[in-house]
């Protein structure tokens, strides 16, 4: 079986766009501190209307391959225009820095959802 490599130019209009962000934290943070950054999250799919859904939640897997990512996020877009108005968006920028003091790993992947 061929997988073809599949860009924004393969897209079809049903699909949609999604930014997937894990995050480690670090040990002296508190669970108030996590707490804080996750309800900031959560937060902004009210303040930026290009995110079209939002889910998120705390890893729970048995298998230990989490390389100490410990929460993950799913923020859905329409198209690249959504994504392009999230990232500078002053909302999500408020967000980052209320991360930034706690974060001690990220990861972000994007993808068409097929």
């Known amino acids: 079986m061929q997988v073809a490599a599949v860009g924004s130019e393969a ?3 049903s699909k949609k766009l999604r930014h997937v962000v894990m995050f480690g934290f670090n040990e002296s943070s508190s669970e108030a ?3 804080n950054v996750v309800d900031e999250f959560v937060k902004l799919p009210g303040k930026i209307d290009s995110i079209v859904d939002f889910e998120y939640g705390v890893n729970n897997s048995p298998e230990g391959l989490n390389d100490g990512l410990t929460h993950c996020f799913l923020v859905t877009f329409a198209d690249e225009a959504g994504r392009e108005e999230y990232l500078p968006h002053p909302a999500h920028k408020a967000f980052v820095d209320v991360l930034k003091p ?6 972000v992947v994007d993808y068409w959802a097929q």
């Open 33 to 35: 501190d996590i707490q």
């Open 11 to 13: 897209k079809s209009e």
């Open 102 to 107: 706690h974060m001690a790993k990220a990861v």
